[in-house]
């Protein structure tokens, strides 16, 4: 059987190259070609023997999901619809600003946590996604973002690659950041997330500093503590409510993992974060959590951890009966936030005309939906 040397880490590939008889650093050479290159095909790499070109071609494959759909909104967010086999598709966005370009990457298809104001939670939980999936989506958005220029040119070795993208020195990358805050629950799919992340994190392969990589959970307080562990990066968490009745209705998981076991995990967190606070996130959704004494109860909850708050202004989706908090709600909130001494933020709703905004991601494929509409009229027809 064929491997997607793709879904391969550091360590992976120097096993997946032991067992072809190759020494350690062919691993590091595959690496670069596969992940600061872009490519995908192993006849580009000419510092390799033209046998063991051919025997990679005969044992293994550099494959991303199918891109299905690539839509740019108005503001310049792209994003991606992929194609992860039997009838599941994932969605990717790419968020551009003027000092810095996000990656927002999906980790499972669909979710299981069913958070009751996330589109994607409505849709029910598919699968976790494989590695190659996770990363393959990095791998398909830094080529698409390359300069036309770097795609025409013809690279002798992996390191001039490198050298002549100037991605890593010139600070010209497309990507800067990469955030787990796509369709999924990054942590129920820890150890693909993990090794994916590893990848992003790796020289010779992304080379991003753990600072700019963040996971969002929804609050899976085991996996929390696994994290910190294993992969350290940015911790993003949901937190949305300040109190555990309200969090129990709106993030279900609450229920098993409470506010106050998940506060602490935060704390527990942050000793060997990159990073010396958490992110908590908290959707205003008009009526429901967005009172002056919310933001009040939300202080007083908060006050042991260091933290950022980023208010996230409530996406609407088909079918939600949720709306968003206007706008003058909102900035009252975040000043009751700060006047108590908290950084509070209110993120910029981007990419929503195209449906790529928070929460807002569910997979649709045109397709699927005709293909429903017309068995619908099928059926009416009998
Ligand atoms: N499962 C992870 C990551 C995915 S979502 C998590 O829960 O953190 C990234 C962020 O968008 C989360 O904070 C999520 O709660 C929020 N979100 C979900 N649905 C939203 C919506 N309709 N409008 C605004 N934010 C939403």
Same mark, same amino acid.
């Given at each position: 059987m064929t491997v997607n040397l793709l879904g391969l880490d550091h360590e992976a590939l120097k096993a997946f190259c032991a067992g072809l008889g190759e020494k350690p650093y062919r691993a590091r050479q595959l690496l670069r070609w596969i $992940?600061? *290159? !872009?490519?995908?095909?192993? =006849?580009?790499? *000419?510092? %390799?023997s033209k046998p063991l070109r051919e025997m990679l071609a005969r044992e293994a494959v550099i494959t991303a999901p199918r891109v299905l759909r690539d839509t740019t909104a108005a503001d310049g967010t792209r994003k991606w619809l992929l194609d992860v086999g039997t009838g599941n598709a994932i969605e990717t966005v790419f968020i551009p600003e003027t000092h810095r370009g996000t990656l927002c990457i999906s980790s499972q298809a669909g979710c299981a946590l069913a958070c009751t104001f996330c589109s994607t939670g409505h849709q029910g939980f598919n699968r976790n996604l494989m590695v190659e999936e996770i990363i393959g989506q990095l791998w398909l958005a830094s080529r698409a973002l390359r300069s036309r220029d770097a795609l025409s040119a013809g690279f002798r070795t992996a390191q001039s690659a490198v050298d002549r993208l100037g991605q890593r020195d010139h !600070? @010209?990358?497309?990507?800067?950041n990469v955030v787990? %805050? &796509?369709? &999924? @629950? /990054?942590l129920a799919n820890f150890e693909n997330v993990v090794a994916a992340m590893q990848l992003m994190l790796d020289d010779s392969a992304y080379g991003l500093s753990r600072r700019r990589v963040t996971l969002s959970t929804a609050g899976l307080v085991p996996g929390i503590d696994r994290l910190r562990d294993a992969c350290p990066v940015a911790l993003a968490v949901s +937190? $949305? =409510? /300040?109190n555990d009745e309200l969090r129990n209705e709106l993030v279900p998981i609450n229920r098993k993992h409470p506010i106050r076991e998940l506060l602490a995990a935060c704390l527990r967190y942050i000793e060997k974060a990159p990073r010396d606070f958490v992110t908590f996130e908290y959707v205003m959704l008009a009526g429901v959590n967005d009172s002056v004494a919310q933001a009040r109860e939300l202080v007083k909850l908060v006050k042991s951890v260091p933290c950022k708050i980023n208010l996230i202004p409530f996406n609407p989706f088909s079918g939600t009966s949720y709306t968003r908090s206007g706008p003058e709600a909102i900035a009252h909130f975040r000043d009751v936030l700060m006047q108590a001494g908290l950084v509070a933020t209110i993120r910029k709703t981007r990419g929503d005309d195209i449906e790529a =905004?928070? &929460?807002? +991601? =569910? &997979?649709?494929v045109h397709d699927r939906t005709k293909r429903r509409q017309r068995r619908q009229e099928e059926v009416a027809a009998q």
């Open positions: $992940h600061c *290159t !872009g490519a995908d095909d192993f =006849a580009v790499m *000419t510092d %390799m !600070g @010209e990358r497309a990507i800067s787990m %805050m &796509g369709m &999924g @629950e /990054p +937190l $949305h =409510a /300040p =905004a928070c &929460g807002q +991601l =569910a &997979g649709k």
